[in-house]
Every structure is written in structure tokens, then in C-alpha cells.
């Protein structure tokens, strides 16, 4: 038997990362998707460790949030994303 009835915000942590790893690769770019899943679930995983949450508190659940913003200042297309129809 089901533990937890079915509500409307399940899975909210899931299509919020999805869409960073999105964004942070580049919209239409499947390598970029892959290169930033990589990178933001190793950074998360690092991120994680009890030696870095004891300097740092709290940066595992910020780091993806300010890789998006670093990335996004840097590269505002994403890392692998292409010039879009409408730009110069």
C-alpha cells in the first residue's frame, strides 16, 4: 500500500534541476544537457561531503543555483547552445 497519497507538487525537485541542467547546456543542445548533468551532479555530489558542508553550510542545496547564475553571466546561450533565429 501507497504510503503518500498522489499531490500535485511530487516531483518539483526533479523538473526544477531538469531545467537547470537544460538551461545551463544550452536549449536544443543534447551534448550541452549531458556536459551540464555531469557537471552539476558531480558538483552537487561534492557539494555534499561532510568536510565541505562543515566550511560551507547549506552549499549543497545552493551550488546548482550559482553554477546556473555563473554560467548564465558568462555564456547566456549555456555552455554548448546555439545563436538563436532572431539575434545578430
Same mark, same amino acid.
Given at each position: 500500500?501507497?504510503?503518500? #497519497?498522489?499531490?500535485?507538487?511530487? @516531483? ?5 534541476? %531538469?531545467?537547470?541542467? /537544460?538551461?545551463?547546456?544550452?536549449? +536544443?543542445?543534447l551534448p550541452?544537457?549531458? #556536459?551540464?548533468?555531469?557537471l552539476? @551532479? ?5 557539494? %555534499?561531503?561532510?568536510? /565541505?558542508?562543515?566550511?560551507?553550510? +547549506? ?12 554560467v ?17
Amino acid at each position: 500500500a501507497p504510503i503518500l #497519497a498522489p499531490n500535485y507538487h511530487m @516531483g518539483m525537485d526533479f523538473l526544477v534541476l %531538469s531545467f537547470v541542467v /537544460v538551461v545551463v547546456g544550452g536549449m +536544443g543542445s543534447l551534448p550541452g544537457a549531458v #556536459a551540464a548533468g555531469f557537471l552539476l @551532479g558531480i558538483l552537487q555530489s561534492f557539494a %555534499s561531503m561532510n568536510e /565541505v558542508k562543515a566550511i560551507i553550510p +547549506g552549499i549543497d542545496q545552493v551550488i546548482i543555483y550559482l553554477v546556473a547564475i555563473v554560467v548564465l553571466l558568462v555564456r547566456p546561450r549555456g555552455l554548448m547552445g546555439k545563436a538563436g533565429v532572431m539575434e545578430d
